[in-house]
Each structure stands twice: as structure tokens, then as C-alpha cells.
């Protein structure tokens, strides 16, 4: 009983976990603001004050990057914990390939209400 209620409710807690992860750049620039501790969000708050583009894009690229792999490694751990989610995608996946594959005409269009009248 444990197991089962333990997978279930551990995969929300798990993608909460990951995507939080850019949540960590926030408080570091704020922290260090408040504490005058030098680090990435003391480099953020000098390059916006001096107007160093290529530092801000710099900073703004390996967040996105930090980020996009946190949410990542959640979805991965998501599909690993509940196996229900990663197969759906690649179930449909697959029998679209299938239907392409095989050259099947598209579905045929309903008829309107004009043309069935």
C-alpha cells in the first residue's frame, strides 16, 4: 500500500523539486543584494547599472540553460517514477509514424450541416 501511494504522490514533489531549480537565481541575487555578498547576482545588478549588454545576455543565456535542464531532468525523473506519462507521448508517437509510414489517406471530412441538407 505504501509503495503504491508513495510513487503516486511523489512524482508532483519531484517536478516541484526540478523546476525551482531557476527559482535559486532569484534569491541569490536578492541575498546578495541584502547581505552585499559578491557573486552572479551582484554581476547581474552591476552590468544592468552599467549598461553591459553581453554580461546581461550572458547571465540571461546560462539561466535559461540552468532552467530548461532542471525542467528536463523533472519530466525525465516524472516519466521514470510514473511510468503512465512517458508512455502516452510515445505510444501516440508511434502509431502516427505508423500511419505515415504506410501512406494511409486522411480521415474523411464530416459533412456540414449545408452539405447534408
Known sequence: MLHR??????AP????????WGELFGGSVLAEQVFSYPGLGAATTAAALGQDVPLLLGIAL?????????NTLGDLVHARVD????RAGRDDLRRTAWRDARGAAPAPARATAEEAG
Open 13 to 20: 514533489a519531484l517536478l516541484l523539486q526540478f523546476g525551482s
Open 83 to 86: 511510468p503512465r506519462v512517458g
Open 5 to 10: 501511494v508513495l510513487r503516486n504522490a511523489a
Open 62 to 70: 546560462f539561466t535559461t540553460v540552468f532552467v530548461f535542464v532542471g
